[in-house]
């Protein structure tokens, strides 16, 4: 099995850097028999390209795609329009991996296929948040770690030829959000089936929280409410408004949890300040999710109104 590692990346010179090395480090064990990683360089602004270009002798499996900005969504196309294996593996290009995780999903991925009579899965692999830069992979798994979303791209595996017949990636998606999950929902109505892998570990690395991060989590927020309508525009269906949160009752949810607004980003600073000043950043950050939900349901609503259908 010859797979192909699939990387948008954008401005994250320090954290791909990590990444990259840690899949030059593969172990190749049966039925892995090699792999590649497609690095879509999404318009970097950084010295990303200059670094590839410098290390090119020390990334022999990397191949670079560079594209105008134009977002995830469109990078992963292009990778998959460009990847030579059979199998595609997606990763974001924050997420350093462990020395067996491409043998680990191909592992899970041939007993499948072999157990089931055909290739209509993908695996899961397991993905650990840290805000550890120097030693990600040092990191413990936590409760708030596990997730149930459907083909969330930060850590799959899946046969080529199931991507190219559910059509690749919706290039609309041109914001933060959705554009993996949306290619989820047309692959669980083709019947492919989500199957665990665990031992394909990955961390996903992300900064400590900072209060000077909180404009730009803002505008994600906002980001992802514009690409959540492009979503429900083209599955209407009550479980996509339950992914996206395009309902009254999440409307209500965070309405409460907020105290009508009055539990906000800068209300919340003093508290935000104080728990970062103390080494709990974490809960800090799940603190104020708070806001950021009502922020992202209230911006969906307002984007409907105002939307053209």
């Known amino acids: 099995m010859f797979i192909s590692v699939v990387i948008p990346t954008y401005n994250r010179l320090p954290i791909l850097q990590r990444c990259l090395r840690a899949l030059e480090a593969q172990c190749i064990a049966a039925p892995l028999t090699g792999f590649e990683v497609v690095l879509v360089d999404d318009g ?10 410098a290390q090119a002798a020390e990334l022999p499996h990397v191949r670079l795609i560079q594209q105008s900005h134009g977002g995830p969504a469109r990078g992963r196309h292009r990778g998959v329009e460009n990847a030579r294996g059979e199998v595609i593996v997606f990763i974001d290009s924050d997420l350093v991996v462990t020395p067996t995780f491409l043998s680990c999903h191909a592992k899970a991925l041939e007993r499948h296929w072999q157990r089931a009579g055909h290739r209509r899965c993908f695996t899961y692999g397991a993905v650990i948040n840290t805000a550890n830069f120097s030693d990600p992979t040092s990191e413990p798994h936590k409760l708030r770690d596990l ?28 914001l ?44 994600v927020e906002q980001e992802r409410a514009k690409m959540g309508l492009v979503f429900f525009r083209k599955h209407p269906t009550r479980r996509v408004r339950f992914i996206v949160q395009y309902t009254r009752l999440h409307w209500l949810l965070w309405e409460l949890l907020t105290l009508g607004g009055l539990l906000n980003e800068r209300s919340l600073k003093p508290v935000l300040a104080w728990l970062i000043r103390r080494g709990h950043a974490s809960w800090a950050m799940e603190l104020l999710r708070l806001p950021l939900n009502r922020i992202g349901v209230r911006a969906l609503y307002q984007e409907a109104r105002s939307a053209v259908w």
């Open 147 to 174: 997730s149930w979303a459907y083909f969330a791209t930060g850590n799959v595996a899946i046969d080529r030829a199931l991507l190219v017949g559910a059509g690749l990636f919706d290039t609309r998606f041109h």
């Open 176 to 219: 933060y959000g959705w554009e993996d999950l949306e290619l989820g929902e047309r692959l669980r109505l083709q019947g492919v089936e989500l199957v665990r892998c665990p031992d394909a570990v990955g961390y996903h690395w992300h900064p400590a929280l900072s209060l000077d991060q909180i404009p730009a989590l803002i505008r």
């Open 44 to 53: 970097s602004t950084d010295e990303t390209v200059a670094w590839l270009t």
